[in-house]
């Protein structure tokens, strides 16, 4: 079993910079895609980024369009951590931010990720 935890949430203005972390532990770690998923009051959970994981040297990286070019995603395989650089932040980017993992191609379906952790929450003021 996969074992997924976030961290870096809190409460930030407008405009300013967060980083989140996801730490991926449990049985040896071979999920094909991670991705970052977020989850506003009284929307539906939505995909906002997520990257290849299971070669060391090529990966691809997939973005919603609404974060394309302020939110980065990277990873470190060695030590099993995803990150997700936001930048730019909205008061519309507070959510809780889930991190995933699935196995098989790229999806934006959330039903598709079988691994979750438990979220963290983002919240931008105005």
């Known amino acids: 079993q996969v074992q997924l935890a976030e961290s870096g949430g809190g409460l930030v203005q407008a405009g300013d910079s967060l980083r989140l972390s996801c730490a991926a532990s449990?049985?040896?770690?071979?999920?094909?895609?991670m991705g970052w998923f977020r989850q506003a009051p009284g929307k539906e959970r939505e995909i906002v980024a997520a990257?290849?994981?299971?070669?060391?040297?090529?990966?691809?990286?997939y973005y919603a369009e609404s974060v394309k070019g302020r939110f980065f995603i990277s990873r470190d395989i060695v030590n099993n951590i995803m990150y997700l650089q936001m930048g730019g932040l909205k008061p519309e980017d507070t959510a809780v931010y889930y991190c995933?993992?699935?196995?098989?191609?790229?999806?934006?379906?959330?039903?598709?990720?079988?691994?979750w952790g438990q979220g963290t929450q983002v919240t931008v003021s105005s």
């Open positions: 995933a993992a699935k196995l098989g191609a790229y999806s934006a379906s959330v039903s598709e990720y079988q691994y």
């Open positions: 990257i290849t994981w299971s070669s060391p040297t090529y990966y691809a990286e």
């Open positions: 449990g049985r040896p770690f071979s999920s094909p895609i």
